[in-house]
Each structure stands twice: as structure tokens, then as C-alpha cells.
């Protein structure tokens, strides 16, 4: 991979990213949040992260060389799952803090286009609270999106096996959706005979096709922030 098509910011020098930037090729950043939290006995505690960067990077690729991914933040808001040791947590103010600084930090480096891709439900709630301020502090193109959001129901209907609620099965924790990703992207890290309820049911396959479509999704969306045609609305001030 030369540097002018890399597409994680991490592996780039100071000299490689400015000459990107100059060039006027880099047209959109994602900045991929997560969380690193128990995952019941089967999958592993860097789930989350590790899922939404590797989709990230996967969508970034599908844009070369115009999209970067910055490093993912690795930890978010898990007190709820506090009960299970191992398992890190944020409070929400210090998880908005970090998220602000990078995404600042990407808007100083000269990006108009931010997609923060969200890989842990529990993050959702705090962004909610504050994205206004965010974007009223930003002035650009900053987008926030839950990975699975850009799959429906009848994503569920045609690819969950142990029936398709929504969206509690999308994502779901620990349940068929995360354990189809997590043995699609990262086998490795599966415990397939440690895999209960309609956990147990999900393959590589399975996660292969629910990854399919995310991507192609996230692309399409990525390409609507790009060409200028899915642009942030920047509430007003007041008067
Ligand atoms: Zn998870």
C-alpha cells in the first residue's frame, strides 16, 4: 500500500498526510467510536472497536484514496456492563470530551467532512445530549451514525435466523448479529462452543452479507456527504 492510498491516518507520516492534503485529494474523515466491554462468554471485550473500525476501513477502502480513518476510540460509555471486571468505562462527560478534541483536531487538520461511525449503543445517549453544540462549535459537514442503522427490517427478516426483532436484534449484545460480524471479520477472537441462544446460529457467511451491505451502505453515504448532497444542518444561533 503506497501512502497515497492509505486509508488509516495512523499509519501515514506528518509529510505523507500534508502532501494528501494539499493535494486536495482528501475530501472526508471518519473518526470511529466504540467501546471495549464484556461480550458475554463468546466474543471478546474489543468487539465493538474492533468491528467498527474494521467497517470503517472497509469503507474507506471503497473510497481510495479520498476517505481517512482516524484511530478509533477505543472505550465509551459501559457502566452498565461495570459488573463484569475487565470491561473499561467513560464517564459521558470524559467519552464527549475525547470525541470533541479528535474531531476537532481533524477539523484542524483541514477536513470539512466528518462522519463519527458509532459501534456501541450505550454512546448514542450522550452524543444525542450535546451533537447540537457540536455542530454549532464545528461549522462543518459532521455526521453521527450507528454502523447497523443503515440495515432495516427486512435486512433482519432475511438474514437473522433466530427470528428478527428490531431493533433490539440490530445490534443487539452478544446476540446473532455481533457474533455473525465478529467470526466474518475476526475469527479468531469467537468462541463457537461457548455461543448460547440464537448466538449459536450465527456464521462467517452470515456476517459476510450483513458486512456487505453495511459497507455498500456506509459508501453511499460517505459519497452523499462528499458530492455535497448530505449536508449537516447547522442549528442557529440565537438571534
Ligand atoms: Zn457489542
Aim: charged content about 20%; proline content about 5%.
Amino acid at each position: 500500500m503506497s501512502a497515497g492510498e492509505e486509508t488509516n491516518l495512523a499509519r501515514l507520516t506528518r509529510r505523507e498526510f500534508a502532501e494528501r492534503m494539499a493535494s486536495g485529494g482528501l475530501h472526508a474523515c471518519i473518526v470511529p467510536v466504540g467501546a471495549t466491554e464484556q461480550h458475554h462468554a463468546h466474543l471478546a471485550f474489543g468487539n465493538d472497536w474492533r468491528s467498527v473500525f474494521y467497517i470503517a476501513q472497509r469503507t474507506a477502502e471503497r473510497l481510495r484514496p479520498h476517505v481517512l480513518v482516524a484511530p478509533a476510540v477505543m472505550a465509551g460509555v459501559s457502566e452498565h456492563h461495570m459488573k463484569h471486571p475487565g470491561t473499561l468505562t467513560l464517564r459521558p462527560a470524559t467519552f464527549l470530551a475525547v470525541l470533541d478534541d479528535v474531531v476537532h483536531s481533524m477539523v484542524r487538520a483541514g477536513f470539512a467532512n466528518v462522519l463519527v461511525l458509532n459501534g456501541h449503543g450505550g454512546n448514542n445517549a450522550p452524543v444525542a445530549g450535546v451533537w447540537d453544540q457540536l455542530l454549532r462549535l464545528h461549522q462543518v459537514n459532521l455526521q453521527f451514525l450507528s454502523y447497523w442503522d443503515v440495515l432495516n427490517a427486512q435486512d433482519a427478516a432475511e438474514l437473522l435466523r433466530g427470528g428478527s426483532r428490531m431493533p433490539e436484534d440490530l445490534p443487539g449484545h452478544a446476540g446473532e448479529f455481533e457474533t455473525a460480524l465478529a467470526s466474518a471479520a475476526f475469527p479468531e477472537d469467537v468462541r463457537r462452543d461457548a455461543a448460547t441462544g440464537t448466538a449459536a446460529l450465527a456464521d462467517a457467511d452470515q456476517g459476510r452479507e450483513f458486512l456487505r451491505r453495511i459497507v455498500e451502505r456506509l459508501t453511499a453515504y460517505l459519497r452523499e456527504m462528499m458530492d455535497g448532497t448530505r449536508v449537516a444542518e447547522v442549528p442557529p444561533f440565537y438571534p
